[in-house]
Nanobody
């Protein structure tokens, strides 16, 4: 599976962005999908995950209530809608695919990673 993330950019605090991650291949539905982020000088951390069907979602406490993960299996795409953005959300955002069909916050469960898209939130 090859993953291509897009949609990052510069936004003011309180604003919104929608990230997309397009996957190649016909086995997209076999994978749970996740979003992770890495801020400058920090380790990569879990943001959100969605099961293969899209019925189950999981969020880091820091983004719960502000971010929404979803997927469109017909389009081989997973999305991350980010609202009420804060400066601390500034990071390089990665999408990833897990061979486990249930989403997880454990990075070791993800087999494939996209190249990352940069989100910068100004105060």
């Amino acid at each position: 599976v090859q993953l291509q993330a897009s949609g990052g950019g510069l936004v003011q605090a309180g604003g919104s962005l929608r990230l997309s991650c397009a996957a190649s291949g016909r086995t997209f539905m076999s994978y749970a999908m996740g979003w992770f982020r890495q801020a400058p000088g920090k380790e990569r951390e879990f943001v959100a995950a969605v099961s293969w069907s899209g019925r189950s979602t999981y969020y880091a406490d820091s983004v719960k209530g502000r971010f929404t993960i979803s997927r469109d299996n017909a389009k081989n795409t997973v999305y991350l809608q980010m609202d009420s953005l804060k400066p601390e959300d500034t990071a390089l955002y990665y999408c990833a695919a897990s061979g486990l069909r249930v989403g997880s916050g454990d990075q070791s469960q993800y087999n494939y990673w996209g190249q990352g898209t940069l989100v910068t939130v100004s105060s």
